[in-house]
């Protein structure tokens, strides 16, 4: 049954700590995506990745970094420079074909709550 | 500068009523549209995209979208709206072309009325 999971579901993090949210996708796709979404606001990109070993700033990577070391894999990790990181994650992947038609699949979410 | 505008941010229809949703883009080359839908505290799901040809497209569970270059629009549209249908919808505007990025509306929370 191929899809995207994303784990933990729930994560609180006190004030000042690291905290990595995990993507894994059985899709066979290329290209993966974190993006933030905030009450009454669309969703914001964060990073995103074409291929493996590379990936590239979106809108409001500040505070946030990536790796990107397998196909399957895309963690986030939410640093203590992220002023204000309680929001719902959502990672996405799509096949990642330039030039063409593309279609992103999100997964379910992790929301994530600052103490 | 992309942009997409839902001017409605939320909707109250009564279960069997029809349902359009607005949603208007700000792009000067051909542009590629989707509607997701999202449940509460869950991820989106794909209703239906438009890329090229036929402008009504039909999307799963029964929505449909029309795309009108002259208004900037790609409306989504059900005929009868089941009360499984309240959730939240975002259309998202994608350019041709290169890196695939999404720009997302603010969305539309729709509630169904038994």
């Known amino acids: 049954d191929g899809g995207i999971t994303q784990s933990p579901k729930y994560l609180f993090r006190k004030e000042g700590q690291n905290v990595t949210l995990s993507c894994e996708q059985n899709l066979n796709h290329d290209a993966m995506y974190w993006y933030r979404q905030d009450p009454g606001q669309g969703l914001r990109l964060i990073y995103y990745?074409?291929?493996?070993?590379?990936?590239q700033k979106g809108d409001i990577a500040e505070g946030y970094s990536v790796s990107r070391e397998k196909k399957e894999s895309f963690p986030l990790t939410v640093t203590s420079a992220q002023k204000n990181p309680t929001a719902f994650y959502l990672c996405?992947?799509?096949?990642?074909?330039?030039?063409?038609?593309?279609?992103?699949?999100f997964g379910p979410g992790t929301r994530l709550t600052v103490l | 500068a992309q942009s997409v505008t839902q001017p409605d941010i939320h909707i109250t229809v009564s279960e069997g009523a029809s349902l359009e949703l607005r949603c208007n883009y700000s792009?000067?080359?051909?542009?590629?549209l989707f509607w997701y839908v999202q449940s509460p505290g869950q991820g989106l799901q794909l209703l239906l995209k438009?890329?090229?040809?036929?402008?009504l497209v039909q999307g799963i569970k029964g929505f449909e979208a029309e795309f009108k270059r002259s208004q900037s629009s790609f409306n989504l549209r059900k005929p009868s709206v089941h009360w499984s249908d309240a959730a939240e919808y975002f259309c998202?505007?994608?350019?041709?072309?290169?890196?695939?990025?999404?720009?997302f509306g603010a969305g539309t929370r729709l509630a169904v009325h038994p």
């Open positions: 990745s074409q291929i493996v070993n590379d990936f």
């Open positions: 438009y890329f090229s040809g036929d402008t």
């Open positions: 998202a505007v994608g350019r041709s072309g290169g890196y695939n990025k999404l720009i």
């Open positions: 996405a992947s799509s096949k990642g074909l330039a030039g063409s038609t593309d279609t992103q699949y």
């Open positions: 792009y000067g080359a051909t542009p590629y």
